[in-house]
């Protein structure tokens, strides 16, 4: 099937006044704009430097699984950050650039777009009927830093967004997966959310950088807080109530025998969707 190219010339007028984006790198395939923004970044490439591509042979996804998207379908964009944070601060970024996705989705869409621990977009997809909740995951990030000693050297936030993914392609995507246009309605103009997304990425980069810490809106946007969830992890599988995450964007889950653990690394599954 024809589909509509991201347009370019459109996306770098829209940005050409920010002093963040001096580089957008465009590529129809590439194995996973994460390896490209890495291989860039390993070569001294500047903050602000974004890698969109139409294709990823090789996407990944959290926890080592694979991130599949229909070519032309989707928003696969890895932005390069050079922060002065430490190591345990690097989950900001991700805090910052969910918000701006989910925030740019609501902007050209009616959906709502809540957060789901560590750094899912998802959205009720019974919409205002009345009954239980379903979620489905409209989005994912990939954050991954580099060190130089014990600094950040750089941090790679790489963003999938399932823009245009028809209904009958959905079961091509993870489970429970959904996209922009099977949940609005309609199609989304992709290079519009795009703009829409690195703008906002820019404006809360800037707050990070005078001191604004994104951990309180984000905490406040997540759905799965207060909620009772199963939480995997590569050894085990817990049950709870997920209260809080702390500074460094950690869930804190409250289990069954009333103790505390502090995990970095899981998938949460709302135990009502
Ligand atoms: C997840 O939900 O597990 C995270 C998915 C992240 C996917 C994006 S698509 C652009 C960038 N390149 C990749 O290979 N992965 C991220």
Known sequence: ???????????????????????????????????????????GAPEGTAVVAEEQTAGRGRLARRWV??????????????????????HRLTMLCSMAAADAIGQLTSLA???????????????????????HKLAGILTEAELARDNLDFVIVGIGINV??????????????????????????RSALLVGLLKRVENRYGRLQRGENPHQEWSERLATLGR???????????????????????????????????LLAADVTLAAG
């Open 228 to 262: 009772e969830v199963r939480v995997r992890t590569a050894e085990r599988s817990l049950l709870g109530v997920a209260e809080g995450v702390d500074a460094d964007g950690a869930l804190l889950l409250r289990t069954e025998d009333g103790s505390l653990e502090r």
């Open 113 to 135: 777009v809540h957060l789901k621990w560590p750094n899912d977009l998802i959205v009720d997809s019974r919409g205002s009927e009345p009954g239980p909740q379903r979620w």
């Open 1 to 43: 099937m024809d589909r509509d190219q991201l347009d370019v010339d459109l996306i770098a007028a829209a940005l050409a006044a920010s002093s963040l984006w001096q580089d957008l790198i465009y590529r129809q395939s590439v194995g996973s704009t994460n390896d490209v923004a890495k291989e860039l970044a390993s070569g």
């Open 164 to 189: 245009n993914v028809p209904h009958e392609e959905l079961v091509d995507l993870a489970p429970g997966a959904t996209s922009v246009s099977a949940e609005a309605g309609h199609e989304v103009d």
């Open 69 to 90: 998207a229909p070519p032309g379908t989707s928003l696969l964009c890895s932005i390069l950050f050079r922060p002065t944070l430490r190591p345990t601060q690097a």
